[in-house]
């Protein structure tokens, strides 16, 4: 990991905040709006504001870890859990949800751990971990009840109801509905707290907030990757695709003689360019051969999104508009802008045969990984048909062989042994026991051994978890 890629905890808050907002079908504002009421909400109830905050901008930090799980479930993982959020879901869509405690198990282990990877206070780490335990002990996937379920939650989850259900049905309906969540949902005393003051409230939402409100030490800083990993879990498939992205542009960019500021950035840029995919169905992701054209409207939104959310972020500004390029083609065939060559810059040409480099190499739920042989091979040649900078796709080959420097994707060692990080690697690209066993000649219970021991040694219960914890060590 470049020192470059260090930001602000507030900023990697924010941004994983928008990711979460995407995933769940919000606008990439609802967790902010959401905090802000929930500070007034913890602060009229005697809570700690900041506690209750953080807890609300991170709420929906581990939905990207189940997303595959709700596309199966509800068939649809954003719009499913948008008509969840909003009080939408059909007859089907609720009975289906009676068999989403897993999902929740994952999502809460998750978003705890990238609470204590920031460095947050243990409340928010502890209301993470119960954010969707309830009143009268129906929540998930604890069954806790009340006083059990920290009182975080209740603000959280009462503020959050408030904000999306105004939206959707207006302030009177929405009331009415978490009346009847009293002492079911939340606490009957704090929803009658609510009712009194929830106009006041959200008309000091349309006023811009002074300033975000400090995350522990004023120099406080985290690995960009985190959010680059958070961003990967939404596809089983991805798992490192952005971390191994950014180390490959900044090679390139270095065999290419940029200067160091222009590196940095670009790494960075690799690490944040997912940020729009949250939005996007895993339905359409995994979808093999070409798009429906409606299917394909939603991916071109992908670098728009991903611009609108690192704009709000003064860290990530710069890379956010160098990761907006990176689907453009030198003909003018990509998105979102469909820029031509006279408008893309060296940087934006790097980054993009690097993502395609990165891309082949990787497999895919419908193909095998393309060799290193067979992937320049492809990139070569839809350089030569004019879609990418030759030059670009020269540096990208020579910095994915070595060429130049150390080779790339070194593991470093930790508590894993050799046997468990290689199928750790393997279930974190969504490969199952039995996958994993016929692979490697072995049996499905020494596999399951192996995955027991690697869930001991990192302190998890779920394979998102681990894959998360995995990356973050650089373990894989």
């Keep these: ?5 260090r930001v602000a905890v507030q900023d990697a808050i924010l941004a994983l905040s928008m990711v979460g907002d995407l995933s769940m079908g919000q606008p990439f504002d609802q967790s902010r709006r959401t905090a802000r009421l929930a500070r007034l909400l913890a602060q009229a109830c005697g809570g700690e504001a900041e506690v209750a905050g953080q807890v609300a ?4 930090s581990g939905c990207t870890a189940n997303a595959e799980g709700f596309m199966r479930l509800l068939g649809d993982d954003v719009g499913g859990r948008n008509a969840m959020l909003s009080q ?50 129906q929540g998930r996937p604890l069954g806790l009840g009340h006083p059990e379920v920290p009182e975080v939650v209740y603000q959280v989850v009462l503020a959050g109801d408030l904000e999306i259900l105004s939206r959707v049905h207006g302030l009177e309906a929405a009331l009415e509905w978490i009346a009847s969540q009293g002492d079911r949902r939340y606490p009957a005393s704090w929803t009658a707290l609510l009712a009194r003051n929830a106009g006041d409230w959200l008309e000091s939402l349309r006023q811009p907030e002074d300033r975000a409100p400090a995350v522990g030490a004023a120099d406080a800083q985290v690995a960009l990757t985190l959010v680059g990993d958070v961003i990967d879990l939404k596809l089983p498939w991805l798992a490192g695709y952005s971390r191994q992205a950014a180390e490959l542009v900044r090679q390139a960019a270095r065999l290419c003689g940029l200067p160091l500021h222009s590196v940095e950035q670009l790494g960075r840029a690799a690490l944040i360019h997912g940020i729009g995919r949250a939005a996007v169905p895993n339905r359409i992701w995994s979808t093999p051969g070409p798009l429906l054209a409606g299917d394909q409207e939603q991916v ?36 979102f802008r469909a820029f031509e060559a006279d408008a893309l810059q060296a940087e934006h040409r790097l980054l993009a045969a690097a993502l395609a480099w990165q891309a082949l ?34 540096a990208v080959i020579a ?22 990080t290689e199928i750790l690697r393997r279930i974190s690209t969504g490969a199952s026991n039995k996958e994993v066993a016929r692979d490697l000649g072995i049996s499905p219970s020494t596999v399951r051994t ?27």
């Design 1 to 5: 990991m470049s020192e470059s890629d």
């Design 57 to 60: 901008l991170l709420r929906w």
């Design 88 to 137: 939408t879901l059909g007859a089907a869509g609720l009975r289906a949800m009676r068999r989403s405690t897993p999902l929740a198990q994952v999502h809460c282990e998750v978003s705890g751990d990238i609470a204590r990877t920031l460095g947050l206070a243990a409340e928010v780490e502890m209301g993470l971990r119960h954010i969707f335990e309830q009143f009268d002990g």
């Design 300 to 335: 071109r939104l992908v670098p728009y999104w991903t611009l609108r959310a690192s704009g709000q972020i003064d860290a990530l500004k710069a890379p956010g508009q160098l990761a907006a390029h990176a689907y453009e083609r030198l003909d003018g065939s990509g998105y």
């Design 361 to 394: 190499r990787a497999e895919r739920p419908w193909r095998p990984a393309f060799s290193a042989d067979e992937a320049a091979r492809l990139l070569e040649a839809e350089a030569g048909q004019g879609r990418f900078c030759p030059r670009a796709c020269q």
């Design 399 to 420: 910095a994915a062989r070595g060429e130049g420097s150390a080779a790339l994707g070194k593991v470093a060692s930790g508590p894993l042994s050799e046997r468990e």
């Design 450 to 476: 192996h995955v027991e021991s690697v869930f001991r040694k990192l302190g998890c219960s779920t394979r998102a978890a681990a894959t998360l914890k995995a990356l973050t060590q650089g373990l894989i």
